[in-house]
């Protein structure tokens, strides 16, 4: 080869590289659905590095064409950290799907297109199964639960994911390409299933704008509360975080307990419909973990709110909250029946037929890189199961009495390490007796 050659293939890599930091990618990345409210309608979010139309290719068949078409809204997000890096977030909604029904689809514009992915349609009214993936905690490295989550997935396991708080410790870091990583990382999972959130306390730089901007809940509260029904159920969605980042507006404890509030009248007006009352939530009002977090502490803000007011534990109570699902402990725990610390059972024999209080489920040890947190040695007593592996939650809600709650551990390859039954009569459902 002439010398010349080499030093001209290096200048035209050289160039192309430039080209190529200088044009960035209108191909989408961080593909993602979830479930905007309405029924027979899925919303899928992606990402681009140069704004470009927003559109939604969609059919039923699994080669060739795809007939049906979708718009939706393009923004943009500019991250707080020192780079400002841009990131262009589309929206677009699919509506009058098919209940039950799998769709292919596609998205982006001529400008580049995102590979074909498949997601089934929710089914409508409250007369069907969902089955769900529960956890949170789940981080861009150590993601322990992520690759049996991908095969669940993709043998149909389940309706719908919950991921309870904490996305990739965090979001904002190295300019928000941390961020980016984990939205790679779940979309084999997340383009495939809507992906319900709530915002943990790793969200919380430059005022959760990271989760604000990278997910699309129903609502407009962007993202921090907000409730959806599925099947026999209401799922309420909200922040813990209002309790403790008080320098982004004390008002948002007081906006957010009066739409609790309200929220919780409505769903028990309906509750001849959909019986069960689920809440999702990052901090816990109670654990038994060896840390000083704030689920330790006898009086957690969580529980009682601030001076007294705004206190979540009498609001759920008395709207007959039935499953509170929480994260942030990385671990797993199950309690008894409880509300003000006292063990409201059932019975002896089947604690969780007709309890007489909330049940109260921690699941945050999806993996991240602060690892596992311990227990202390001796249980409490409102405590009936702890696991200190690596794992998440499935919860198939199979009627308006009977719910079925998994755990499944990632370090026993799969094994169910706890596996309990939450039953509950049809009638008097507000009232805990």
């Given at each position: 080869m002439h010398?010349l050659?080499?030093c001209c293939?290096?200048l035209?890599?050289s160039?192309?590289?430039?080209a190529?930091?200088?044009?960035p990618?209108a191909?989408?990345e961080?593909?993602?659905l979830?479930y905007?409210?309405?029924?027979?309608?899925m919303t899928?979010?992606?990402?681009t590095?140069v704004?470009?139309?927003?559109?939604?290719?969609?059919?039923m068949?699994?080669?060739?064409p795809?007939?049906?078409r979708a718009?939706g809204?393009l923004?943009?997000?500019v991250?707080g950290?020192?780079?400002?890096?841009?990131?262009?977030i589309?929206?677009v909604t699919l509506r009058?799907?098919?209940?039950?029904?799998?769709y292919v689809y596609?998205?982006?514009?001529?400008?580049?297109?995102?590979?074909?992915f498949?997601?089934?349609a929710?089914k409508?009214g409250?007369?069907?199964?969902?089955?769900?993936?529960v956890?949170?905690d789940m981080g861009a490295d150590?993601?322990?639960?992520?690759?049996?989550?991908?095969r669940?997935?993709?043998?149909?396991m389940?309706?719908?994911?919950l991921?309870?708080g904490?996305?990739?410790?965090n979001m904002?870091?190295?300019?928000a390409r941390?961020g980016?990583?984990?939205?790679?990382l779940?979309e084999?999972v997340?383009a495939?299933l809507?992906?319900m959130t709530c915002?943990?306390?790793?969200?919380?730089?430059?005022?959760?704008?990271?989760?604000?901007a990278?997910?699309?809940?129903p609502?407009?509260n962007?993202?921090?509360?907000?409730?959806?029904d599925l099947g026999p159920?209401?799922i309420?969605s909200?922040?813990?975080?209002?309790?403790?980042f008080?320098?982004?507006g004390?008002?948002?404890v007081?906006?957010?307990f009066r739409?609790l509030e309200?929220?919780?009248q409505?769903?028990?007006?309906n509750?001849?419909?959909?019986?069960?009352?689920?809440?999702?939530g990052h901090?816990?009002?109670?654990?038994s973990n060896?840390?000083l977090?704030d689920?330790?502490?006898y009086e957690s803000?969580?529980?009682?709110?601030?001076?007294g007011?705004?206190?979540l534990e009498d609001?759920?109570y008395?709207?007959?909250?039935d499953?509170?699902?929480w994260?942030h402990?990385?671990?797993y725990?199950?309690?008894?029946?409880?509300?003000?610390?006292?063990v409201?059972?059932?019975s002896?024999?089947?604690?969780?037929?007709?309890?007489?209080?909330?049940?109260h489920?921690?699941?945050?040890?999806?993996?991240?890189e602060?690892?596992?947190?311990p227990f202390v040695?001796r249980?409490?007593?409102?405590?009936?199961?702890?696991?200190k592996?690596?794992?998440?939650?499935r919860m198939?809600?199979?009627?308006?009495?009977?719910i079925?709650?998994?755990?499944?551990?990632?370090?026993?390859?799969g094994?169910i390490?706890?596996d309990?039954w939450l039953?509950?009569?049809?009638?008097?459902?507000?009232?805990?007796?």
């Open positions: 010398p050659s080499g293939l290096l035209l890599f160039v192309a590289v430039q190529a930091l200088e044009n990618s191909v989408p961080h593909v993602h979830s905007p409210g309405e029924p027979g309608s899928v979010t992606w990402t590095w704004p470009a139309r927003s559109e939604v290719q969609f059919g068949q699994l080669s060739g795809l007939p049906l718009q809204t923004t943009t997000f991250d950290g020192i780079l400002r890096r841009k990131l262009y589309h929206r009058k799907l098919l209940p039950g029904v799998q596609r998205c982006g514009s001529a400008q580049g297109w995102s590979r074909r498949r997601f089934r929710l409508n409250v007369h069907w199964s969902p089955r769900l993936a956890f949170g150590n993601a322990k639960a992520l690759p049996r989550l991908r669940d997935t993709q043998q149909g389940y309706d719908a994911i991921h309870v904490d996305f990739a410790y904002d870091q190295d300019n941390v980016d990583r984990f939205m790679q779940i084999p997340a495939s809507p992906y915002p943990g306390n790793h969200e919380q730089r430059y005022n959760f704008s990271n989760y604000k990278r997910f699309s809940m609502g407009n962007e993202g921090l509360w907000y409730s959806w159920a209401h309420i909200f922040s813990t975080e209002v309790y403790f008080l320098h982004y004390r008002h948002l007081h906006r957010q739409w309200s929220d919780l409505k769903a028990n007006r509750r001849a419909a959909r019986p069960w009352i689920i809440t999702m901090r816990p009002m109670y654990c060896a840390d977090d689920c330790t502490k803000k969580v529980r009682r709110g601030l001076g007011k705004y206190g609001l759920f008395k709207h007959g909250v499953l509170e699902v994260a402990e990385h671990s725990e199950r309690l008894w029946p409880i509300y003000n610390y006292q409201f059972n059932g002896l024999h089947q604690p969780y037929t007709h309890p007489r209080g909330p049940v489920i921690i699941t945050g040890s999806a993996g991240c602060e690892r596992l947190t040695i249980p409490r007593p409102w405590s009936a199961v702890r696991v592996e690596y794992g998440y939650t198939h809600i199979l009627n308006g009495t009977h079925h709650i998994q755990q499944v551990s990632d370090d026993q390859d094994k390490v706890d309990f039953v509950r009569p049809l009638h008097g459902r507000m009232m805990y007796l």
